[in-house]
């Protein structure tokens, strides 16, 4: 089975600042993908970055970045020059091959950006 | 090019009560699905699905049932409503293949029992 752990419920960052939102993940299989989702106060999931397993560069999506560290199993989403408009609640999810390509969700972090 | 799609976005039920929420997709996704989303505990998979006429069980089931008449769409059905099926339920829907396709979500329906 897999499992996400989300263990910051919620962060402050001041806008213009980089913000990290930590996420790790267990898995028995060599072949999955990790995704970070982003959820407005409006309600909608809305998709930020994928990093692939087998991937040897971290993603990166404009001013969104993904650590990834195999190793330890993180997948850690960089926010960079963060904005008024990044407050939201940040989900990190992973899926695994195979048997639908369902998507494991962690609790999620909800961020707030200060002025 | 509406994406994913759910009817209703809102409903208020009695206990006992039966109902149907729908989703479309107009991607031609082979995959849907249905989650849940209650406070502090992320998306839970209740129910997918991997083609026209095929259903499976996700991580929390019991209490609903599915049916994928039609590609385009995946219906959420709850017999007996139950106050601990208040939630905000979202269908997602993806292409079949490799782990890398992202799922596309509806909008969500607030679905209170009372």
């Known amino acids: 089975a897999q499992k996400i752990t989300q263990t910051q419920p919620g962060m402050f960052v001041q806008e213009k600042e980089a913000v990290t939102l930590d996420c790790t993940y267990d898995t028995s299989d060599q072949s999955y993908g990790l995704f970070w989702y982003k959820q407005p106060s409006s309600g909608e999931m809305i998709f930020l970055i994928y990093?692939?397993?087998?991937?040897?560069q971290n993603a990166t999506e404009g001013r969104y970045s993904l650590n990834f560290q195999k190793a330890r199993k993180s997948a850690n989403l960089v926010i960079s020059a963060s904005q008024l408009g990044d407050s939201a609640m940040y989900f990190c999810?992973?899926?695994?091959?195979?048997?639908?390509?369902?998507?494991?969700f962690g609790t999620g972090t909800q961020l707030k950006v200060e002025l | 090019n509406a994406g994913v799609t759910q009817t209703p976005k809102f409903r208020v039920l009695k206990t006992g009560q039966s109902m149907t929420l729908l989703c479309a997709q107009d991607?031609?996704?082979?995959?849907m699905y249905w989650y849940r989303q209650d406070p502090g505990m992320g998306l839970r998979l209740i129910h997918y699905s991997v083609g026209e006429g095929t259903t499976a069980k996700g991580e929390v089931p019991d209490g609903y049932n599915v049916s994928r008449l039609k590609k385009q769409n995946f219906l959420l059905g709850l017999e007996s409503a139950a106050p601990s099926q208040t939630s905000v339920y979202f269908c997602a829907s993806s292409y079949r293949g490799t782990v890398s396709y992202e799922q596309y979500f509806g909008p969500g329906t607030r679905l209170t029992v009372t």
């Open positions: 999810a992973m899926k695994v091959t195979g048997g639908g390509n369902k998507l494991t």
């Open positions: 990093q692939g397993s087998y991937d040897e």
């Open positions: 991607m031609n996704h082979e995959y």
